[in-house]
């Protein structure tokens, strides 16, 4: 199975600041058909995860443009450029180029 | 808009099965296979298996094969998962997503205690 180790497993930002949470993959994300099937997901305290970035890089509709992903193959990053109170939570990569589907183990975002 | 409505929260006794559900509005049900996710604290998030609603065709994570049985009912747009010979290790939030990730169920807690 593809392992995804995420770092850091906690972060602790203020308000305004920019912080980018890793996602490396254990072997390449690259499909046969030539997309990249990594997806970043948030899931607030008491809610399901939604879904915030889809193949590495392209924002989900709805979603602020603070958000930004990008990386490829094996090593990837989501940016949250300016964190506002509305984005703690816990971060999770997704992998659905090999199955079985995987996540990550999570980076918590907490306010300093 | 699209929803994925959960059934309620599970209390059931070790041995027995349960059958979660998850129906499916705002879209066209067969047009998005429907994957399961399993939430513990301690195994955080684990993919369970994907369902085709068009063809009832499935795919399951190996750890998951014998325990987890995905079905759909095309009528009510509603997909199915049945948990069975059930375990304390099977207490958990699980999940209903469509294949895109975008839009999830609320999650239902299953709880197995005798």
């Known amino acids: 199975d593809v392992v995804l180790t995420q770092t850091p497993p906690t972060l602790s930002a203020t308000i305004g600041q920019s912080v980018s949470i890793s996602c490396r993959s254990s072997?390449?994300?690259?499909?046969?058909?030539?997309?990249?099937?990594l997806n970043w997901l948030l899931q607030r305290p008491g809610q399901p995860p939604q879904l915030l970035i889809y193949?590495?890089?392209r924002l989900e509709s709805g979603v602020p443009n603070r958000f930004s992903g990008s990386g490829s193959g094996t090593d990837f990053t989501l940016k949250i450029s300016g964190v506002e109170a509305e984005d703690l939570g816990v971060y999770y990569c997704v992998q659905s180029t090999h199955a079985p589907w995987t996540f990550g183990g999570g980076t918590k975002l907490e306010l300093k | 808009q699209v929803q994925l409505q959960q059934s309620g929260a599970e209390l059931v006794k070790p041995g027995t099965s349960v059958k979660l559900s998850c129906k499916a509005s705002g879209y066209t049900f067969t047009s998005n296979h429907m994957n399961w996710i399993k939430q513990t604290t301690g195994q955080g998030l684990e993919w369970i298996g994907i369902i085709n609603p068009g063809s009832g065709g499935t795919s399951y994570n190996v750890k998951f094969k014998g325990k987890a049985t995905l079905t759909v009912d095309k009528s009510s747009s509603t997909a199915f998962m049945q948990l069975s010979s059930l375990t304390p290790e099977d207490s958990a939030v699980y999940y209903c997503a469509v294949a895109t990730w975008d839009y999830w169920g609320q999650g239902v807690m299953v709880t197995v205690s005798s």
């Open positions: 193949l590495v890089s």
């Open positions: 072997q390449s994300l690259l499909h046969s058909n030539g997309n990249t099937y």
